[in-house]
Each structure stands twice: as C-alpha cells, then as structure tokens.
C-alpha cells in the first residue's frame, strides 16, 4: 500500500521510459534509514523522496530505493519479508568514492565495517561497509 500523498515528482512511465542501461533497486524496510546511510556515509545525493520511493544519484549512476510495503502484491515480497539481511553475495560497489573517509563517517555514526579499507592486489583501494537493510557497499579509488 502506498504511503506518498499527492503527486510524485515525475509520472511512472516517464521515469520507467528514461531509465537505460543497467539500474539498480534496493528495496528496503524505511527510505529514509536508506537515505540517511547513503547520504551520510557515501555522500550521495537525493533526487528524489517520498515514503514510498528513492531515487539517489552518485559516482556517476542513479539508484531507486522501494520501500518493502510497495511490493506487498508482488511476488518478490515473499522472498524479502522473511529475510534478516539483503543483498547477500552482492558488492554495491560506488568507484571514486574515498574509503578511507566513508569507513570513518560509517564507524563514527555506527555502522558496521564489515572489511577495513586496504590495497587490494586487484588495484583498488576499497572496504566494506553494512548499511541498515544489510546491503554490502564498497566504495573504492584506484590505489
């Protein structure tokens, strides 16, 4: 059931009809928990918000955010509903975006840092860090 009152800040299809390439669609238990990692910890900007949806930008991608109760009649929810963390297995990973100070923004506002940052043999510096929904995000430069 949807939350938003009034209009969204695009129709739908307007926004469906622009998306290209390959986007990515977390859906997540409360946006603005969502929001506040993202923002706080990756310095992502919000394009867009509303108790139902997210639509963030950053590091040269757009991202959606669902909440969970906007997919109560489809079939994806029965997957989620039940879970403890999301996501598992997946590496968000945000290129260009300074791991050092994203691991200190996380460990200062109590995130948890599942990997400190560090060179990896691969040539990225990089950690990992666990937002509130369990979503696995690595920001990495080039080292």
């Known amino acids: 059931m949807k939350q938003r009152t009034g209009e969204p800040w695009m129709p739908a299809p307007d926004y469906g009809h622009s998306l290209k390439g390959m986007t990515l669609n977390l859906l997540v238990r409360d946006i603005d928990q969502s929001i506040a990692f993202q ?8 394009v867009y918000s509303d108790p139902d949806i997210a639509v963030l930008r950053g590091f040269g991608t757009e991202w959606m955010l669902h909440a969970d109760h906007t997919y109560l009649e489809n079939n994806l929810y029965d997957l989620i509903s039940n879970v403890s963390v999301r996501g598992t297995g ?5 290129h260009d975006c300074d791991p050092d100070e994203a691991e200190k923004r996380a460990l200062d506002l109590g995130y948890a840092v599942l990997a400190e940052t560090e060179n990896k043999p691969h040539g990225l510096r990089e950690c990992y860090l666990v937002d509130d929904d ?4 690595v920001p990495d430069v080039p080292c």
């Open 39 to 46: 923002t706080r910890i990756l310095q992502a900007e919000v």
């Open 90 to 94: 997946i590496e968000i990973r945000l």
């Open 134 to 137: 369990g979503y696995i995000w």
